[in-house]
C-alpha cells in the first residue's frame, strides 16, 4: 500500500515542479532563439503616469510576446530634486518589465546630432545622464540605449540617394556606444531602408558602427488596401528577405551588425501581431535577422487594445 501512495506524491512534486517552472522554461526557450520582440513607448511619462500604467505596460508586455521595451528619456528625471518623481516612477517600471524579462532601453532623438558640435553634445549628454541614472538605481538600470537619430527628415537631406549625412550619423553612433559600452549598456539605432541603397563601403561603415540595428519598414501596406492577410504577410517576408539581402551583400565578417525588422500599426491595425510572427517565421534561419519590434505601444493605446 505505501508504494502507491509513494508514487503519488512523487507524481504529484514532479507535476508541481513543472507548473512552477513553466514560465521560466518559455522564456528560456524564447531567449534560447536570440530573438528580439521590441516595442517602442513615446511620451513614457504620460504613458507612465495613468492609471496602473506601468502595470499595463508590463501587462501588454506578457500578452505580445515583448521581451525589450524602449521607453522614451526626459532629462527631467534626473535633472532637478523637483523630478525626484519621475526618476522613482521610472525605476519603478524598469523593476516590474524586469521582473517579466523585458529588457528595457532608454530612447533617445535627436534630427541634428550627425553633427558635430552642439547637438551631439546633447545626446552625448543625455547619454550620460541615463549612465547616472543607472548608477543611482542599480537593481532598476537601463539595459541599453536605443537612438532615433534622424537626419534624413531635413530637407538638404532628402532625395534618393543623397546619404551624405551618412559619415556624421556613424561618427554620432560610435560616440554613443563610446560612452555606453564601459557603463555595460547596448546600443541599438532605429535606420531607414535609404540607408542600406548604398555602396558597400557606405554599408560596411553604417553597419560595423553598432552592434545592432533596426529597420523601419513602414508603409507597404495599409487596412484598406483590399488585400488579405495571407497577402499582406506574404508582402513582409518578401520585403524583409530583400532588404536584408541588399543590406549585406559583398559584406562579411564578425563585427556586422544584426537586424531587426520594425512595422507600425497603422499599416496593419489588428493584424500587426500576424505580420510580426511571420517576420521571424521567414528570416529565423537568417544569421542576421536580430527580430522584430513593433511600432508602437502608443498606438496600442489609442485602438484600445
Excluded at 539595459?143 to 556613424?170: M, S, Y
Aim: proline share 5%; hydrophobic share 40%; aromatic share 6%.
Amino acid at each position: 500500500m505505501r508504494i502507491p501512495i509513494l508514487r503519488a506524491l512523487f507524481v504529484a512534486a514532479i507535476c508541481s515542479l513543472l507548473l512552477w517552472s513553466a514560465p521560466d522554461c518559455a522564456f528560456a526557450q524564447a531567449g534560447s532563439a536570440g530573438l528580439v520582440h521590441g516595442l517602442w513607448v513615446w511620451k513614457s511619462k504620460t504613458v507612465l503616469e495613468a492609471p496602473r500604467g506601468a502595470e499595463r505596460l508590463r501587462d501588454f508586455c506578457r500578452v505580445q510576446g515583448v521581451n525589450e521595451v524602449y521607453v522614451s528619456y526626459s532629462t527631467s528625471a534626473t535633472s532637478s530634486s523637483a523630478s525626484a518623481a519621475d526618476g522613482k516612477m521610472l525605476a519603478r517600471t524598469i523593476g516590474l518589465l524586469h521582473g517579466e524579462r523585458v529588457r528595457v532601453e532608454a530612447l533617445l532623438s535627436s534630427t541634428e546630432a550627425d553633427e558635430p558640435g552642439k547637438h551631439r553634445e546633447k545626446l552625448l549628454g543625455e547619454v550620460r545622464e541615463i549612465v547616472a541614472f543607472n548608477q543611482a538605481h542599480p537593481g532598476n538600470r537601463f539595459d541599453g540605449i536605443h537612438l532615433d537619430v534622424e537626419p534624413q527628415q531635413r530637407p538638404e537631406n532628402k532625395g534618393a540617394g543623397n546619404l551624405r549625412f551618412l559619415p556624421g550619423l556613424v561618427d554620432a553612433y560610435r560616440a554613443v556606444q563610446a560612452v555606453a559600452e564601459p557603463a555595460g549598456m547596448r546600443v541599438n539605432a532605429d535606420i531607414q531602408n535609404k540607408l542600406l541603397k548604398g555602396d558597400l563601403g557606405q554599408r560596411r561603415m553604417l553597419l560595423t558602427a553598432l552592434p545592432q540595428m533596426t529597420l523601419m519598414m513602414y508603409e507597404l501596406d495599409s487596412p484598406d488596401d483590399g488585400k488579405s492577410a495571407d497577402q499582406k504577410a506574404d508582402d513582409v517576408v518578401r520585403n524583409s528577405k530583400k532588404f536584408l539581402d541588399m543590406a549585406y551583400d559583398g559584406l562579411r565578417g564578425s563585427n556586422l551588425a544584426r537586424m531587426a525588422i520594425a512595422l507600425r500599426t497603422p499599416d496593419y491595425g489588428a493584424l500587426l501581431p500576424k505580420m510580426l510572427g511571420r517576420l521571424d517565421e521567414g528570416n529565423g534561419g537568417n544569421p542576421h535577422y536580430l527580430g522584430w519590434a513593433r511600432h508602437s505601444y502608443n498606438d496600442a493605446l489609442t485602438a484600445g487594445q
